[in-house]
Nanobody, 117 residues
Framework: QVQLVESGGGLVQPGGSLRLSCAASGFTFRRYAMSWYRQAPGKERELVAAITSAAGSTNYADSVKGRFTISRDNAKNTVHLQMNSLKPEDTAVYYC??????????WGKGTLVTVSS
């Protein structure tokens, strides 16, 4: 079955960096676009970044453009989110997403990122 396992979250000071990883299994990873979402306390889940199957194109939320970078390694079935210049408002649970069809959406359990001094 499809599994998405996030890692790399933690506590970081404002201005710091973290690198999130998502290990995917149970589907042909290289064929599908992958995304990172986040959900802050009391807020709706929002798209942070997305990358096409061959990594030819990426898309970012305006709030993270220039600070976050999404990448993927199709040989290792992993997708990463490099987060730099972190701000307190980046505090959230970050989720890996694979949309295999318009009605088949898979999520990991999430990894918590806390940006605080």
């Amino acid at each position: 079955q499809v599994q998405l396992v996030e890692s790399g979250g933690g506590l970081v000071q404002p201005g710091g960096s973290l690198r999130l990883s998502c290990a995917a299994s149970g589907f042909t990873f290289r064929r599908y676009a992958m995304s990172w979402y986040r959900q802050a306390p009391g807020k709706e889940r929002e798209l942070v970044a997305a990358i096409t199957s061959a990594a030819g194109s990426t898309n970012y939320a305006d709030s993270v453009k220039g600070r976050f970078t999404i990448s993927r390694d199709n040989a290792k079935n992993t997708v990463h989110l490099q987060m730099n210049s972190l701000k307190p408002e980046d505090t959230a649970v970050y989720y890996c997403n694979a949309r295999l069809t318009p009605v088949m959406d898979y999520w990991g359990k999430g990894t918590l990122v806390t940006v605080s001094s």
